[in-house]
Structure formats: structure tokens, C-alpha cells
């Protein structure tokens, strides 16, 4: 029930901000109600039933386990955005294949290297 009323809210967010301010600003937030909040709270379901099943209370797990979720999501959501940056730039003077190869090879890099980043410090 908390999944569906988070994605009704954030969809209904996302629906403003298209209003508000045109399709394009809107954009960006059409994959976040469809991913994040499901996946936060299903990560964090799962964990604390994890550790129920073994005897444990779980909850603090099942929290800072969707916490890690959600800076991954954050991490992701940097390689994301190296992803369109490189598909703006690349698109006019390139075909599609060599454009989306180069777009999703930087977006591994880019996330990959966020995450280590995030690691070492």
C-alpha cells in the first residue's frame, strides 16, 4: 500500500512540474516513480523479513539496506545524467549506434567510478 501511494505522489509531483514548467523538466523525474520508491521499500521488506526469519528484530537492517539502495540509486542517477549529456553532444553529428555505445560505456564508467569514490571516502 505505502508503494502505491508514494508512486501516486511522486507521479502527481511529476505531473506539476510538466505543467508547470513543459515536458522537458518533467522528464526527468518520469523514472523515479516507477523505480525508487518500490524498490526502497521492497529492499527494505525484504531485509527485516530476512533477519525475522533468523530471530532478529531486523528493522535497523532492513533500513540501512535500503538506505545503501538509495545511494546507489544516487550514484546511478550521476552516470544517468553523463549518459544524456553525451547522447545531447553526440546525436547531431553521430549515428544512433555509435551514440548510445559511447552514452552507455561512459555511463558505466561514470557510475562505476562515483561508486568507488563513494567507497574510498
Do not use: C, N, Y
Not at 531486523?58 to 539496506?65: A, E, K, L, P, Q
Not at 550514484?75 to 552507455?104: C, D, K
Request: proline share 3%; aromatic share 10%; charged share 10%.
Amino acid at each position: 500500500m505505502i508503494r502505491f501511494v508514494l508512486g501516486a505522489l511522486v507521479t502527481l509531483a511529476t505531473g506539476l512540474v510538466a505543467h508547470r514548467f513543459g515536458p522537458t523538466a518533467g522528464g526527468f523525474f518520469l523514472a523515479f516513480p516507477a523505480i525508487f520508491p518500490a524498490s526502497a521499500t521492497l529492499v527494505e521488506k525484504h531485509e527485516t523479513v530476512r533477519k525475522q526469519i533468523r530471530g532478529l528484530h531486523g528493522i535497523v537492517r532492513g533500513r540501512r539496506s535500503a538506505a545503501l539502495d538509495a545511494i546507489g540509486a544516487s550514484l546511478g542517477s550521476l552516470g544517468l545524467v553523463a549518459f544524456a549529456i553525451v547522447v545531447w553532444q553526440l546525436a547531431p553529428r553521430f549515428g544512433s549506434a555509435v551514440v548510445l555505445s559511447s552514452a552507455t560505456l561512459v555511463w558505466l564508467v561514470v557510475s562505476l567510478l562515483a561508486w568507488q569514490i563513494r567507497r574510498s571516502v
